[in-house]
């Protein structure tokens, strides 16, 4: 009997904390370059993960790429 209760605590447990899971986030890009949106996405993962996920040459030598990876970043480490 206590067996049977534990394990449906569980499994509540883990149905919990499924449920608790957040989308991740959502940003209305459009009007912006096609590498300013990758920038944004890989800067938003940065903040989310524990690794950096950046191409660094296009970091150095595109504005719009490094713009969107920081815009990405820092938008993405505020909702955290």
Not at 21 to 37: C, D, H, Q
Not at 47 to 63: G, K, M, P, S
Request: aromatic share 10%.
């Amino acid at each position: 009997m206590i067996l049977r209760n534990l394990a449906a605590m569980l499994v509540a447990l883990v149905l919990a904390a499924c449920a608790t899971r957040t989308e991740p986030p959502r940003f209305n890009l459009s009007g912006y370059s096609a590498v300013y949106k990758r920038g944004h996405a890989e800067g938003c993962t940065s903040a989310e993960r524990f690794f950096r996920q950046r191409d660094e040459r296009l970091y150095r030598i595109d504005t719009d790429y490094m713009m969107g990876w920081n815009d990405g970043r820092s938008a993405c480490a505020k909702r955290k």
